[in-house]
Nanobody
Framework: QIQLTESGGGLVQAGDSLMLTCVANTASGRAFSTYTMGWFRRVPGKERAFVAAISGNGKNKYLRDSEKGRFTISRDNAKNTLYLHVDKLRPDDTADYYC?????????????????WGHGTWVTVSS
């Protein structure tokens, strides 16, 4: 079992940068590095949308085409922590951002493949 807690959201201005953090509690003893991790976001009334994924060792990354260039996903396995850095924030980046954990690399955008989620951290980008 893995428990995830996101932080770093808040109210920011368009054009600003932001770092979101997801800390994992692996109480079962299974190493954080064995999980593929992903970031999704959701706005009210819409489905959760894939943003980025990273493999357990951090060597493989996958981002949705629209996010490439502004979004960077990374992880520090020694700290059981996942990051999402966003540059040049836009008002349409306003959403609740979630991190998720799953057992395999691939098929990144299907939220049903993720076995654990955090509660989300809300980001509001003002124009």
């Amino acid at each position: 079992q893995i428990q995830l807690t996101e932080s770093g959201g808040g109210l920011v201005q368009a054009g600003d940068s932001l770092m979101l953090t997801c800390v994992a509690n692996t109480a079962s003893g299974r190493a954080f590095s064995t999980y593929t991790m992903g970031w999704f976001r959701r706005v009210p009334g819409k489905e959760r949308a894939f943003v980025a994924a990273i493999s357990g060792n951090g060597k493989n990354k996958y981002l949705r085409d629209s996010e490439k260039g502004r979004f960077t996903i990374s992880r520090d396995n020694a700290k059981n922590t996942l990051y999402l850095h966003v540059d040049k924030l836009r008002p349409d980046d306003t959403a609740d951002y979630y991190c998720g954990a799953k057992n395999f690399w691939g098929r990144h955008s299907d939220p049903n493949d993720y076995l654990a989620w955090g509660h989300g951290t809300w980001v509001t980008v003002s124009s």
